[in-house]
């Protein structure tokens, strides 16, 4: 089993920066592929971004690509997501998510493909 606790949202103004941090617990994330998620009000979640279990391959949607940078620390037990140049598309709620993986170089981006959630985080950007 792996808990995951997303932090870091909150309430910021167009063009703002905000770093969202996704704590593990449970197992050791050594074998643990994950990702962000996140979904806007009367829309369905959507993926943001992943990493591969050892931080050194990602992947991102479109939409946030040049923006945003995640990042994992092993040894704390730790996913990251930076946000930078926020806009008002942006606000939703950001999951983190996670998989036990056999594979090093993969990265995963459907929500179907992740077994462990977080409760989510809410970010808000005020244009």
């Known amino acids: 089993q792996v808990q995951l606790v997303e932090s870091g949202g909150g309430l910021v103004q167009d063009g703002a920066s905000l770093r969202l941090s996704c704590a593990a617990s449970?197992?050791?994330?050594?074998?643990?592929?994950m990702g962000w998620f996140r979904q806007a009000p009367g829309k369905e979640r959507e993926f943001v971004a992943s990493?591969?279990?050892?931080?050194?391959?990602?992947y991102y949607a479109d939409s946030v690509k040049g923006r945003f940078t995640i990042s994992r620390d092993n040894a704390k037990n730790t996913m990251y997501l930076q946000m930078n140049n926020l806009k008002p598309e942006d606000t939703a709620v950001y999951y983190c998510?996670?998989?036990?993986?056999?594979?090093?170089?993969?990265?995963?981006?459907?929500?179907?493909?992740?077994?462990?959630w977080g409760q989510g985080t809410q970010v808000t950007v005020s244009s």
């Open positions: 990493i591969n279990r050892s931080g050194d391959r990602t």
């Open positions: 449970g197992r050791s994330l050594d074998n643990i592929a």
């Open positions: 998510a996670a998989r036990i993986t056999a594979t090093g170089i993969s990265v995963y981006y459907a929500s179907r493909d992740y077994r462990y």
